[in-house]
């Protein structure tokens, strides 16, 4: 789904970051802590949605690898509650189940990837070093004050207007409330604001509106 090129990634990276895998399965979370563990990285698994709400600190860079179908909270519902929390951790997708519409959604709603299963270890791993690359980047780069404000000059009038109301932890249903417009439309405007502005957390969202 993305391009094949595998950003570098140094062992300095590697020390810095936590990979969190959430499966309801077992051997699953067995085999991806295995894989991960020998390819030098630190990885955290969680065997439900609710134990990592519960347990992770999202301001650790790395990603979320989350098993789509799960029972009580799947990985598309883990992932929306991620985005309401605002959550800057990027996010791949596990499937046994080719579903091109669940991995279009997903991938607006800002995953990295979609990887189905019998996992392949080079595919899974050129998906974690541009989802990593992706979350340093959200957390550690400096952008100068231009910078940032030529990037909230690409906003629309509305997107400006639901970004400082994200900005203020307003939840989707609050700013379709607050701005008379569907959640549908909420969501696909906060899509466009993350895509522009490069950052999804409502803290950073506010000091690029600041900027």
């Given amino acids: 789904m993305a391009n094949t090129e595998i950003p570098e990634i140094t062992d300095d990276i590697k020390a810095k970051c ?5 499966d309801d399965n ?3 979370r067995e085999a991806l802590e295995f894989m991960l563990t020998a390819e030098g990285w630190h990885v955290k698994t969680y065997e439900n949605g609710r134990a990592f709400l519960t347990d992770d600190a999202p301001s650790t860079p790395g990603c979320a690898i989350l098993d789509v179908r799960m029972p009580g909270m799947s990985g598309l519902e883990l992932q ?8 800057a951790l990027p996010v791949i997708f596990l499937t046994g189940n080719g579903d091109i519409d669940m991995a279009v959604g997903a991938m607006r709603d800002g995953a990295v990837d979609f990887v189905q299963k019998p996992v ?3 595919r899974l791993l050129k998906a974690i070093a541009r989802a990593v690359t992706r979350s ?11 910078a940032i404000r030529a990037k909230v000059q690409e906003l629309t009038d509305r997107e400006r207007e639901i970004a400082e109301l994200i900005g203020k932890k307003l939840t989707n249903r609050q700013i379709s409330e607050r701005t008379g417009i569907t959640v549908r439309t909420v969501e696909v405007h906060r899509a466009a604001i993350i895509r522009k502005l490069g950052v999804r957390n409502p803290d ?3 000091r690029y509106l600041n900027a």
Avoid at 18 to 22: E, F, N, P
Avoid at 80 to 87: A, L
Avoid at 136 to 146: D, I, L, N, P, Q
């Fill in 18 to 22: 936590l990979i969190r895998t959430v």
């Fill in 26 to 28: 077992p051997a699953m």
């Fill in 80 to 87: 929306q509650e991620m985005n309401v929390r605002g959550y």
């Fill in 120 to 122: 392949r270890q080079e």
């Fill in 136 to 146: 340093v980047s959200e957390t550690g780069a400096v952008e100068t004050e231009g």
């Fill in 204 to 206: 950073e969202i506010e």
